[in-house]
């Protein structure tokens, strides 16, 4: 026979029940509807004497323990059977739960997960990221050209840019590449950049400057090669002769500073730093 709780126990018993989510209240009530069914159909299949004078009568024996494979424990009691066999049982299913459901973006079908959802927290279905287009992944370094971004834009920047991590297709040996979900990457492009105007205005200007760079360092060195020769050529004319050089002169175009032998004519070009 099942022991009567004290009011202690079921009032602790119903702190418990308040502090379960719907969900969980709802696997309980269908495990327990699950054992109910079980009992119930044992009992069909077990014949009970009406009398108990009746011939054939055995004597009980020891209560096992069933397992349900529901959650629960039973003990096979004649009379805790009667009493449950009479314990209405009810079908119908537990309460739905509305509060978890996810529906894609895209095309507004529910949706448990996906693979987007998983990785990079996205409500868009398997079927839908299909369209890489729209749906495109980016590896850092194509963002940081593409958009102009930089490392902190992407870690330190609340909320830091997820991601995920897979091994370089093209040299196996390199590190990892992290791959970026390009919506959120052109998002957080905006955030900075405020117009796509205003990053191709950037980007041209970065390649001016680039430009300019590569042709600053060009002469240099065509400079550099000017003065190694011209060195060069008056080694081989000075001999024995000491040049008696005038007042030093100065060649803006050329950026060049010079002096000019007094005796000779010979002319010392020559830079300084």
């Given at each position: 026979m099942t022991e009567e709780k004290s009011p202690e126990n079921k009032m602790e018993n119903e702190m418990e029940e308040?502090?379960?989510a719907p969900s969980q209240k709802a696997m309980i009530e269908r495990n327990r509807q699950k054992a109910l069914l079980l009992?119930?159909?044992?009992l069909m299949k077990k014949p009970y004497?009406?009398?108990?004078?009746?011939?054939?009568?055995?004597?009980?024996?020891?209560?096992?323990?069933?397992?349900t494979g529901a959650g629960f424990y039973l003990e096979e009691d004649d009379e805790e059977d009667k009493l449950m066999a009479n314990i209405p049982i009810?079908?119908?299913?537990?309460?739905?739960?509305?509060?978890?459901?996810?529906?894609?973006?895209?095309c507004g079908k529910e949706m448990q997960e996906s693979y987007l959802k998983t990785n990079y927290d996205v409500d868009i279905c398997d079927v839908c990221r299909e369209n890489e287009d729209k749906h495109n992944l980016i590896t850092k370094t194509d963002a940081r050209t593409k958009y102009l971004l930089r490392d902190a834009d992407f870690d330190v920047r609340d909320p830091p840019l997820k991601f995920i991590?897979?091994?370089?297709?093209?040299?196996?040996?390199?590190?990892?590449?992290?791959l970026f979900y390009e919506p959120q990457v052109y998002k957080r492009a905006m955030e900075i950049w405020e117009t796509e105007e205003k990053i191709e205005e950037e980007r041209d200007k970065r390649e001016d400057n680039k430009e300019k760079t590569k042709r600053k360092k060009f002469d240099k060195k065509v400079k550099e090669l000017r003065l190694a020769v011209r060195g060069s050529l008056a080694r081989k004319d000075r001999g024995p002769h000491q040049h008696e050089y005038g007042e030093e002169t100065y060649d803006e175009e050329e950026d060049m500073y010079s002096k000019k032998c007094q005796t000779c004519g010979h002319i010392d070009t020559y830079e300084k730093m």
């Open positions: 308040k502090k379960l009992r119930q159909a044992r004497a009406k009398d108990k004078n009746d011939v054939g009568q055995k004597v009980k024996g020891p209560a096992k323990v069933i397992d009810k079908h119908a299913p537990g309460p739905i739960i509305t509060e978890n459901k996810i529906f894609c973006d895209d991590s897979r091994k370089n297709p093209h040299h196996k040996s390199w590190g990892e590449m992290k």
